[in-house]
């Protein structure tokens, strides 16, 4: 069972930053993917970004969807089994329950079904 635990989420304003952090704990993987999607009312839930992790490199690769790519940066620390998404550039459209996900699988995932685990969400709101 492994426990996904996300913060940093809150109220900014538009071109502000905030950085959100998902902690992993239970059982660890030797490879796995982590990733952030989010939702906002009335809308589907998207892919943000992903880092995959395996049994040789901690992190390895990363991907970030078009619509944050320049803006949100992925970065994790293993010793601690958590991933950060920095967010820079906040636009009013970047509002949306922001979720932390995982699945034992080393290379880059974009459909969220495959997921395994997921985190219980944390609202970034972004004021106009």
């Known amino acids: 069972q492994v426990q996904l635990v996300e913060s940093g989420g809150g109220l900014v304003q538009a071109g502000g930053s905030l950085r959100l952090s998902c902690a992993a704990s239970g059982r660890t993987f030797s490879s796995y993917t982590m990733a952030w999607f989010r939702q906002a009312p009335g809308k589907e839930r998207e892919f943000i970004a992903a880092i995959g992790r395996s049994d040789v490199r901690t992190y390895f690769r990363t991907y970030y969807a078009d619509s944050v790519r320049g803006r949100f940066t992925l970065s994790g620390e293993n010793a601690k089994n958590t991933v950060y998404l920095q967010m820079n550039s906040l636009r009013p459209e970047d509002t949306a329950v922001y979720y932390c996900?995982?699945?034992?699988?080393?290379?880059?995932?974009?459909?969220?079904?495959?997921?395994?685990?997921w985190g219980q969400g944390t609202q970034v709101t972004v004021s106009s």
């Open positions: 996900a995982a699945v034992t699988q080393s290379k880059i995932i974009t459909d969220g079904s495959v997921y395994e685990y």
